[in-house]
């Protein structure tokens, strides 16, 4: 892999994406710019300390550039989204398969939906997450979350449901884009909770058997998440690659990778309560010869996309 020029993309990406983010920033509310993420760790060290972390670091999720555009009223205007689409996600996903945007709603957002999930978990709507197909082992052994399935309609939920209707726009914009798949649907959202007692979740792969699921969209919500004291790394194996992904939980990170074989991952033990909001996108053809093979529960539940947000109806 050409990783100098594809580095090279992803700064001249970021430069571009900086310069839109001072211009609207000093015109309609006067807000410095926010710094850039610094680069996440590659096989355990961080990407600066060596030469090899670095020319690979945009194998991992963090390495590029954030989501620093302008933003709308709810998240990230239409003209915003569209343009971290074509810059930054269909290129990321294209060379790796993995992409995380940073800073994604804004923190006054991401707060409301932490409320939110928060208030999911004391209201006691959470069950033990399952395995499907597991062969004898309990499910605890294999995974120790616990989780609620919403659409972002349910009463006390309507920040939950923005958030899904600002993924379902970049899925949007994506469609078409996103290697052969055409995307016509998704799953209900995956609440999860891991309690923090040193749990986490085994390897696997999201989709190993062609159940439909093309895309995996996660959206974390941890404040002030030290991997080094809390633990709780998502760690991905991405394919035919040497280096592995760990890609920390952070407040306000949008996640998406392919849910196929091409992405074995692992939810590393957490020692303090970690949430997620993870959602899974329907390829239309591979969904409808899968429709009579599997019963795979919620994850198999088919929702349309919601409906283009109030901003990117305009920029459309």
């Not at 710019?33 to 600066?48: D, H, T, W, Y």
């Not at 062969?135 to 399935?149: E, H, L, N, Y």
């Not at 439909?212 to 996660?218: A, F, P």
Request: hydrophobic share 30%; charged share 25%.
């Amino acid at each position: 892999m050409d990783w100098k020029k594809h580095k090279q993309v992803c700064k001249e990406a970021a430069r571009r994406q900086g310069d839109d983010t001072r211009n609207a920033s000093a015109i309609s509310n006067h807000r410095p710019a926010r710094p850039l993420p610094k680069p996440a760790s590659v096989n355990g060290q961080p990407a600066e300390k060596n030469e090899e972390a670095t020319t690979a670091s945009h194998l991992v999720p963090g390495a590029g550039i954030g989501c620093r555009s302008h933003r709308g009223q709810h998240g990230l205007s239409g003209g915003s989204s569209q343009k971290l689409v074509q810059e930054y996600i269909v290129p990321c996903m294209s060379k790796h398969g993995i992409c995380v945007v940073d800073n994604f709603l804004g923190e006054e957002m991401g707060d409301s939906v932490l409320r939110e999930v928060k208030e999911l978990h004391r209201s006691g709507q959470f069950t033990d997450g399952q395995v499907v197909n597991q062969k004898g082992d309990s499910s605890k052994d294999i995974r120790g979350d616990q989780i609620t399935w919403m659409d972002g309609k349910e009463p006390g939920c309507m920040q939950i449901g923005l958030l899904m209707n600002s993924m379902d726009d970049l899925i949007r914009h994506c469609n078409g884009k996103l290697g052969n798949y055409n995307i016509n649907g998704r799953t209900k959202a995956m609440v999860a909770c891991y309690p923090g007692n040193g749990t986490g979740y085994v390897r696997h792969v999201d989709n190993p058997n062609g159940d439909g699921r093309c895309v995996t969209c996660i959206y974390y919500l941890n404040k002030n998440w030290d991997a080094q004291v809390n633990g709780g790394l998502l760690r991905i194996f991405p394919e035919g690659k040497l280096q592995f992904a760990d890609i920390e939980p952070k407040f306000d990170r949008l996640l998406f990778f392919w849910s196929d074989r091409r992405n074995p991952h692992e939810v590393q033990p957490a020692y303090a309560t970690r949430y997620a909001i993870t959602v899974w996108y329907f390829d239309a053809d591979e969904r409808t010869r899968a429709k009579d093979k599997y019963s795979t529960g919620e994850k198999g539940v088919k929702v349309e996309l919601n409906k283009p947000s109030e901003h990117s109806s305009k920029e459309a």
